[in-house]
């Protein structure tokens, strides 16, 4: 795996815990997002990197709003 795929692995996996550990009213939405988020090519069985920038985003944006809202 590429270092920076690996990166936002990493900071998704963070973004997660935050979420786990400082909005758990937000988990409802990481299941929603997690199932729409896309596959990449299921012949490769690899998700593209925008589809991880994307995903990345809406957990930093759901907790932007969240806080906002607090």
């Given at each position: 795996?590429?270092h ?6 990493s900071e ?23 199932s ?16 991880l ?8 944006g ?5 806080a906002?809202?607090?």
């Amino acid at each position: 795996m590429e270092h920076a795929k690996t990166d936002i692995l990493s900071e998704i996996s963070t973004l997660i815990r935050v979420i786990e550990d400082q909005h758990p009213e937000l988990q409802k939405y990481l299941d929603e997002s997690r199932s729409t988020l896309p596959q990449g090519n299921l012949n490769e069985g690899k998700m593209d990197d925008e589809s991880l920038k994307d995903y990345k985003d809406y957990l930093k944006g759901l907790i932007q709003k969240h806080a906002k809202k607090s």
